[in-house]
């Protein structure tokens, strides 16, 4: 399949980590690889390492593209991008990074074809991906977990000795442009508005999650009604699902505390609810998913219970950070969408919402309606906070709202906020939140949103906010009457 390539130029579309794991691969099979990106300091690192580079607007004029046998392009490139559109136009094949790895590791230039275990969904990618990894490691299988994750699906394949299993996570973009991947197994978790100004629209982001559901098993969240609709169109040769509840026979689920499997066996005894990090029914569903993804391949029930007895939640995930009298403050700065920020809020009886960012198109109106009585005020911050400020207005008008940089903020307009950067905005948004906590409370980040507006990305938001909390103590609990 590859060996079209020998002796001819590629064009490997953006110098990110995916882009940058692509090019010893490429140059192991033959192929000449060529960098473009739109940034000019990518482009001068490329050049660095000896590599032949192209602006992106030298591309696409005068037939420039001609010369490539094949264009891969990082996850983050629209399919709308000049490049590819005028790729597709000449006849060009564009194939994203996972679907080249699929296609070296089905070639078997690294050892013996791989088993994919493949996660996606809107939430809880990673901390299922490594639930199945903990769970394979559990099992003595040699195993990675990779792909969007972080470590490249291609380095994983080129480590020494190799793994049998890749536990793989996948998003929304990465299975665009990966239409060949036929995964041992893949579960779609769930399916709520996101990146739908990437995609255009929430039919084709379901289509691009569906693209897990092509293997020998396709597993579905049954509690999420998008991803249980895609059970009908999978495409799979058996599909399972699963859910926080009574599993009927071929599903997974729980009964009395307990994880259940009825898909793979007649019934099986997983785990203890008990024992699940994060806690919750999102930790649940997750480690569900896990589970089912390992049974398909013959994984014992026992080495279940102990991955995911050892398994705990990763840092911005639900993560507790202090408590400071008698007040809970939990890093969710991974729930960069509402569906995950419900899913966090609804896991505390009392929350002090703090919020905000880039909603990315999403809506937040059936998230406030949902969720309201469970919040005592919320602190809002970032782009697009008036927007949740105008849906807490409509459907939660009791619950009192701090919109930082607006009227309602003491005293500080934005233009202020800007000037004193996010780590202070974040700071003066933990001592507002603490001041509506009182004991027994949650102060809980779950954003809802993207945080590029004004911080480096979501880990540095969560650390941003871990910080603040360290510098409170007790008499800016319940400050404010």
């Not at 490429?26 to 690889?33: K, S, T, Y």
């Not at 392009?73 to 005028?86: I, K």
């Not at 000037?419 to 004991?439: L, Q, S, T």
Request: proline share 5%.
């Amino acid at each position: 399949m590859l060996e079209f390539l020998r002796g001819r130029d590629v064009l490997v579309a953006g110098w990110g980590v995916s882009g940058r794991s692509l090019i010893e691969p490429l140059q192991d099979i033959g192929a000449r690889p060529v960098v473009t990106d739109g940034g000019e300091k990518a482009l001068a690192e490329a050049a660095e390492l000896g590599l032949a580079t192209a602006a992106p607007a030298d591309l696409v004029e005068h037939g420039a593209l001609d010369r490539f046998a094949l264009v891969i392009t990082s996850p983050g490139w629209r399919p709308d991008s000049p490049v590819l559109v005028t790729a597709v136009t000449s006849g060009i094949p564009v194939w994203g990074d996972v679907e080249f790895a699929w296609w070296v590791d089905q070639a078997r230039i690294y050892g013996p074809v791989r088993k994919w275990l493949v996660v996606t969904g809107t939430n809880g990618k990673t901390t299922t991906t490594q639930m199945t990894h903990a769970i394979l490691r559990a099992s003595g299988i040699p195993s990675v977990a990779c792909g969007n994750i972080g470590t490249p699906i291609l380095d994983a394949l080129r480590r020494n000795p190799g793994p049998q299993v890749l536990a793989v996570e996948l998003s929304s973009f990465q299975l665009h442009w990966a239409p060949s991947v036929r995964p041992e197994a893949g579960v779609v978790l769930n399916v709520a508005e996101d990146h739908l100004d990437w995609h255009g629209g929430l039919d084709a982001y379901a289509a691009a999650k569906a693209r897990a559901l092509t293997g020998r098993v396709g597993v579905v969240g049954l509690d999420d009604a998008v991803a249980a609709a895609l059970a009908r169109k999978s495409k799979a040769r058996r599909t399972v699902g699963f859910r926080v509840g009574v599993p009927a026979d071929g599903e997974l689920g729980v009964v009395d505390g307990k994880l259940l499997d009825r898909a793979f066996t007649k019934a099986a005894i997983l785990a203890e609810v008990g024992d699940i990090s994060p806690p919750g029914p999102a930790g649940v569903a997750d480690a569900l998913a896990a589970a089912a993804l390992t049974r398909s391949i013959d994984v014992a029930p026992q080495f279940v219970k102990e991955g995911l007895a050892e398994h705990k939640v990763g840092p911005h995930r639900a993560a507790f950070v202090r408590e400071v009298a008698g007040v809970d403050f939990i890093d969710d700065s991974k729930a960069t969408n509402p569906h995950a920020a419900r899913s966090s809020i609804l896991a505390h009886p009392h929350v002090i919402w703090v919020a905000g960012g880039q909603l990315k198109g999403a809506g937040v109106e059936d998230l406030v309606e949902e969720v309201r009585e469970h919040l005592v005020a919320a602190v809002l911050f970032g782009q697009d906070a008036d927007v949740i400020a105008a849906a807490l207005a409509r459907h939660a008008p009791d619950v009192p709202v701090v919109t930082l940089g607006s009227g309602d903020d003491a005293g500080m307009v934005a233009t202020e906020l800007a000037a004193i950067g996010p780590d202070a905005v974040m700071a003066r948004a933990i001592r507002v939140a603490a001041g509506y906590a009182r004991r027994g409370d949650t102060v809980l980040l779950a954003p809802a949103a993207a945080s590029l507006d004004m911080f480096t990305d979501y880990t540095h938001r969560g650390r941003s906010f871990a910080t603040a909390v360290a510098d409170l103590n007790e008499k800016d609990i319940g400050s404010t009457e």
